[in-house]
């Protein structure tokens, strides 16, 4: 026998052992247990248990028969019930069920196609879901200046050309959402097409978050965004009520109030509307020719600061008027803006920068008919106190050869005023009309001054497409040598995609 | 000692308005209908304000800075939903700066929960005007549905103070009785007109003509939201005078003059109707809003 069948066959013997062993222990086991069974109880007891047992399987089989047969009989009703609906038959359902049952059997299509209907209107709504509720509410606002100037633009200062104009000045894209349940954002990117310069834009004006559930009645904003200053100039240039922004808010906050930087607005917990709000960033107003220029260390002081506090008063159900108060507050400027020539030759160069104003509005907006009837009076005055380096020779003329100190420049402060006051009108659901009223004194010296006169109308064809036409007469300037200029404009804007009505646009 | 007694009294007093204020559930709702709704079920254990006073259009509701202040300190805010407030309660709510009022918080309470809506776009396009992407928002003209109003309001106040439970139950079905029962006089007022067509300014009625066996035969308005043009008017006369279509619906918010014109040149009455408590005089509570609406149907109708 060779040697692997040897190994085999032993192996084979040592599982039959095993098996066996196996075996005679499993069969132990229950044994033991009867056994066991037999040492603690009685026949007489066993017996017994299995009568209860058999008695409780019975009871259970009746009782759930008769929960059957009760079922059964609840169902035979409801289905005789719901028969005699169907078939016209008097019912004692509540007045929504009998309205909605039909009187005889023709009518069981139309019931099926309404209740299809139904269905499939519940179905169209729970696909759609609430802008910025889960997918960011994406809209654009498209707005085209046509505009004609009597003089050109090196005579009136003005930023466009001089005759007939056409700029695409705005396609903004709004993009909206929740960013968790803290927080939301935004993004408003503007472009913009320049047929007088044959440049195309884009910029992001907008790109922020704002938290949604901070205690204490306190919101805090990051990012880029327009800073709470004023009553319009946090407002975009395309729901302004007019064609242009008032030469105040051009010349003192630099456009729009668009800033990097944070902002916290407490609404005070009191029963009556106040608003306080503080803000910190590195520039204030998007349309500055130079921003603040840090250099290589940015200090506190190069930083903008600034504050808003308004209040409002119900007059009566229809009258409202909404006050504020507002600074800006730049300690050192870096000297934003740069160099500035005067016409004396003379040189400024901001060093500090300080802004205050008083915003008023007085509404009337008719609870029955504001979609067809309502008034705005709107007016800000504004206050600047910039402190200059001033330069009497223009040795800092940056068209000098070698522009430096020459020893005779001294700080001094520039106080000047500048007020907008507009009043609107809406009469119809398409029609309003308005004035717009400008005065300014240019920041760097207040005995330059300029008026500015602008009738407006406007025809909104919807909601989400409007015309403006307007008029605006700008004063001449006596002290930079500005001619008058004359113009017109017509405003053509539309809206595409989600809009909102936004709190600051009310 | 004076200033010591002044800083007690006032603190008490503080403490006394807190105390007032903490024992009411504070409800703002954004329109009178659901304030009165409020009212009913709320009893003495809540104190409701209305955003809209009645006479406001439903979408139109100004958004007035009085209105932050009563919302930050709200428990519920009360809403017809459907996207009906879209033009003034989002930015409110956003100024509230009340997180528990916030859409999808407890204090949200929206009343369209268990409304099917009718009439929902397939597109929110601009070209069909400014459509509610959820529906046709005015189904509380439908006093059938008002009663999920009800509900929602009930549930919503059983939640937030639900010591008061039995109080607000036995409102709610009391309220419902009398609702139910004023429901089965206002099928029996209109019953003699069931079929009859009406058109009226703003797509406000077809729920109220689903319930009450009528059919809403179109809108004054080109689209929502959109003025009518002068070819919809021509249009709009020759299919009602074609149809025989006796009844024009004003919603007080709207002009007079295209309604009056329609009605004159389609030989047509013209109502006006409310769209919510308070829209009419003699209408401050909704079953006087609803009576007031079914009379002046029925009477318009009989005319004919």
Redesign the interface.
Known sequence: MPEAWRLDLRNNMKMKALMGVSSALCLSIPLCGIARAQETNKPADIEQRMKQMQEMFEQREHDMEARFEKKIAAQDAEIETLKKQIGGGTTNLPPAAVAGAPENRAEVPNLIKELNDKVDSVVEAQKKTLPGEFNPAIGVVGETIFSYHSKPSDQTGSSRPGGFDVWQRSVELNVAASVDPFAKGWIVANASADSATGESTFGIEEAALQTTSLPGNLTLTAGRFFGEFGRLAYIHDHELPFVNRPLALDTYIGGESRSDGAQINWLVPVEHYISLTAGVGDQFGGDSPNPNNPGTMRNLGGLNFWGRASTSFDLTDNWQAEAGASGLWNPKTQDRGGVLVQPDNSTLTEKERRLAGLDFKLSYVPLRDNQFNSFTWGTELLFSSDRFLVDPDGSLNPANPTPGLSGDEFKHTVNSLGLYSYVSYKWSRQWSAGFLFDYLQSAQNHNDETFAYSPFITFALSHWNQLRLQYTHTDRSAISGLKPDDAVYLQWQWIIGAHSHGWTQR | MKLKMFLTTLLATALAATQVHAAKVRVVATLTDLADLTRNVGGDFVDVRSL??G???TH?V?????F??LL?RADLVVLVG?DCE???L???L????N?NI??GKPGYVDCSKGV???????S?D?SE??VH???NPHYMLDP?LA?TAVQNIYAALVATAPEHEADFTKNRDAYLAKL?AK??EW?AALAPFKGTKFVSYHEHWPYFAD?F?LVYAGTIELKP???PTPRHIEELVSRMKAEHIPLVVRE????EKVPALIAKQSGATLVKLPIMPGGVPDSDTYIAEMDYIVRTVAAALKKQ
Do not use: C, W
């Not at chain 2, 099917?116 to 397939?122: A, F, L, Q």
């Not at chain 2, 007080?252 to 002009?255: D, K, L, N, R, S």
């Open positions: 809209a006073t006479i406001e259009d139109g100004p958004m007035k800075p009085s932050v202040p930050n459907f879209h033009a003034f989002p930015a409110l956003d100024a509230s700066k997180p916030q859409v099917t809506p009718r009439d929902v776009p397939k929110t601009h005007g400014d992407p959820y529906g059938v009663k139910d429901i089965g099928q319930r066996g939201g959109v003025d007080p918010q709207f002009p």
